[in-house]
């Protein structure tokens, strides 16, 4: 599933497998490095992305805000109260900081430690993360509603776009979320300006690779579909030329 959604969308990143660790044996069983120095949960993300893998702790975190969003600290009140947010001057005022943190979402407090690995070496993974471009997304976003109709629990606000945006909101709602990542994970991973993030259960990941391929004859543009005809004979699919549904739509 892996490779043939790389594959149709022509992803140059590698899908991005997380594993949220509750207890401290399901961490130390894994045979994932562990990492050796503080790194932020975003930079793991984009190492992963490019075929690493790591096992991180709290004291690996670099950054406090993915320590509380995936539940590895517990929320200080200045940040529910919106003061932390606001005091950088990302908000009118305190009453829409508080308003913004109200919605934002964290796991409960508990994480002992998160697996961040290639999809195709994670093992048991609970959260998918994509990096993608805007057009790639949006067949991500045809696959889903291919089977599960329009997707409800989309939420974003320019911040914390990795790890509450991308892990901890599809994991409390078990749904799939999109990102348009935050300022912060663009300076410290670099990532370049046209990449968004799309996070979901890993439970859901095999259902929209699916949806993604149903969708392909109707929606992919021929030019596209000849870049992509060799898939065919790689995973006995059917890609035709002159079928997209706009090309063919009389109105």
Known sequence: MDSLL??????????????????????????VSELKKKMSYCNMVKYATKGKAFKATLDHFFCGGSQRALGMRPLEDNVMTGEEYYSYKMYDSLQVAKSVQEEVTYLPTGTYG?????????????????????????????????????????????????????????????DMNVSLLCANTRFSAQWQEYEMAIGLPFDMFEKLVFGVLKTLNASEPDKRKVKMMDL??????????????????KR
Do not use: W
């Open 232 to 249: 065919n004979d790689k995973y006995d699919i059917d890609i035709s030329l002159k079928t997209s549904y706009y090309k063919s739509s």
């Open 6 to 31: 790389k594959d149709i969308l022509m992803i140059d990143r590698e899908i991005v497998g997380v594993t949220l660790c509750m207890k401290k044996e399901d961490y130390t069983v894994s045979d």
């Open 114 to 174: 998160v697996i961040v690995a290639p999809l195709k070496a994670a093992v048991k993974p609970d959260i998918v993360i994509m990096i993608v471009n805007p057009y790639q997304a949006m067949r991500i976003t045809q696959g889903y509603a291919y089977h599960m109709g329009i997707a409800k629990n989309i939420k974003f606000t320019g911040n914390q776009g990795i790890c509450s945006e991308c892990t901890a909101a599809p994991y409390i709602n078990q």
